[in-house]
């Protein structure tokens, strides 16, 4: 495969990589070559993710919440954050799924809107990937359109009554603490939702055909009181969650090109062993045309991640930037697995290559952290001053 990966950086990418990023990324990609690329056909095909030992190790690494400042974190630039998510999610998208929401959902709001009792308390065990948190905004009539949340959070004295459903949550049920986002008489407030807490309960979703390797929960709230010390304190307003989502979104446009990097790559070297005519397909030139038109597609994805990754590190990037990058890095590289999928012939619809996982994977990623259709209405608000979501 190392010879493929190689010849995919037509434009030397790689050679703008300093010594301090090459070793990250070097050790990254060992640790998901060894421990997690040989596990994922069965994680994916059985449903299931031991997604605590995964945290653990995630975190002995130093990946979770990396880009965050102190309390165990790493204090590393964006772009190496980005570096990090392009090499798990060339195993899996959820893989880095459980990065993203453990770092820059859950630990993200605890770090920018929580109390310096909430991060004492929560942020260095979430570093170690020794408690797990999710992310809850989205709920059964509230998706892309998070403003018509209907759970509730109502003042009881020092307390608060929460009540509500979340759902298609990431690590819902595995949390030991859930960011849980409820309309209040004063707006939009967050709050810190412990596992066992009485009341909240969660249920996971079953029968999904994308992003298997991954827990997906529904989170329910039934009466649950939580104090007013675990209101996050400056988590005001449906742009606190919002803003958090951006840090998310950064992370799969790198990520998703590391998926495409994965499914290129070894379509390349199926193609190379593959005899029919007399002699390789990748000889062909219909096969040399898709992988001409697949690796321009990569390197401008990977292109637009390092380019945004200099304006977040130079903290000037706009959220309709980011949106730039889901939009075009996610559909880019869904197409560049669906047509790398057809040269594996019939091969290509199993798991024993990555590439058609991949591209299932990535029909949830097309859909979460705003569909491509959000980031179309906001790359098209930027274009023209006028909101056509409503
Ligand atoms: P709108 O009136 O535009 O905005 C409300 C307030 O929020 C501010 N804002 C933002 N702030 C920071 N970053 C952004 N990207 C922001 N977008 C908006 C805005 O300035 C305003 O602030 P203020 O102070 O004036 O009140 O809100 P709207 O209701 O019109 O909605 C806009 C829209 C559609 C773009 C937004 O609702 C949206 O992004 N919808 C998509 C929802 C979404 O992405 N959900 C994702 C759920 S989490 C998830 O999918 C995790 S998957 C994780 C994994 O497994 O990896
Ligand atoms: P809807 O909003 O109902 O959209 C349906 C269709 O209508 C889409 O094509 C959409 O683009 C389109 N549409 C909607 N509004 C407009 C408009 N104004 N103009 C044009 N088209 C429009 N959420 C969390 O909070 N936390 C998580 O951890 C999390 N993890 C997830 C994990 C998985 C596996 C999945 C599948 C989802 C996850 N989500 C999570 C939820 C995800 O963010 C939502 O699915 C997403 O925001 C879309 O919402 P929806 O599914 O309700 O679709």
Redesign the pocket.
Same mark, same amino acid.
């Given at each position: 495969m190392s010879d493929a990966l190689d010849r995919l950086d037509l434009l030397d990418l790689d050679d703008d990589l300093d010594q301090d990023d090459r070793l990250l990324r070097d050790t990254v990609r060992k640790w998901a070559d060894d421990r997690l690329r040989p596990n994922i056909r069965e994680w994916f095909e059985g449903g299931t993710l031991p997604a605590r030992e995964i945290a653990q190790e995630a975190g002995e690494l130093g990946i979770l919440g990396m880009h965050l400042e102190g309390y165990g974190c790493a204090g590393a630039k964006a772009s190496q954050y980005g570096i990090v998510c392009a090499e798990v999610e060339a195993v899996d998208?959820?893989l880095?799924?459980?990065v993203?929401?453990q770092g820059?959902?859950a630990m993200f709001c605890i770090h920018a809107y929580g109390s310096e009792e909430h991060k004492q308390r929560w942020l260095p065990g979430m570093a170690k990937g020794e408690l797990l948190g999710c992310?809850g905004?989205?709920e059964p009539d509230a998706?892309?359109? &998070?403003?018509s949340m209907r759970t509730r959070a109502r003042r009881d004295g020092d307390d608060w009554i929460i009540d509500g459903t979340k759902m298609?949550i990431?690590?819902g049920s595995l949390a030991d603490v859930a960011v849980v986002w409820a309309r209040t008489d004063e707006g939009v407030r967050g709050f810190l939702v412990e596992k066992g807490t009485p009341g909240f309960t969660t249920q996971d979703v079953h029968h999904k055909i994308s992003?298997r390797a991954?827990v997906?929960s529904e989170l329910i709230l039934d009466g649950v009181r939580v104090p007013d010390a675990n209101r996050l304190p400056e988590g005001n307003?449906?742009?606190a &969650?919002?803003?958090a989502?951006?840090e998310?979104?950064y992370?799969?446009i790198w990520g998703v090109t590391g998926a495409a990097r994965d499914a290129l790559a070894s379509t390349i070297d199926y193609a190379g062993s593959r005899t029919q005519f007399g002699k390789p397909v990748s000889g062909f030139q219909l096969t040399q045309k898709k992988f001409a038109d697949l690796a321009v597609s990569l390197q401008q994805a990977q292109m637009t991640a390092r380019r945004l990754g200099e304006l977040k590190d130079g903290g000037r990037i706009k &959220?309709h930037q980011?949106?730039f990058g889901k939009f075009a890095n996610v559909s880019a590289a869904l197409g560049i697995c669906r047509e790398a999928r057809s040269v594996l012939g019939g091969s290509g619809i199993t798991t024993e290559y990555p590439v058609l996982r991949h591209a299932v994977n990535l029909e949830? #990623?097309y859909t979460?952290?705003?569909?491509h259709e959000?980031h179309t209405? #906001?790359l098209g608000s930027q274009l023209t001053g006028v909101?056509a979501?409503?």
């Open positions: 998208s959820g880095r799924s459980l993203s929401v820059s959902l992310f905004l989205t998706g892309s359109d &998070p403003g298609w990431t690590n992003l991954s997906t307003g449906l742009r &969650p919002l803003g989502l951006n998310a979104r992370g799969i &959220p980011i949106s949830t #990623v979460y952290e705003g569909t959000v209405l #906001v909101d979501f409503r």
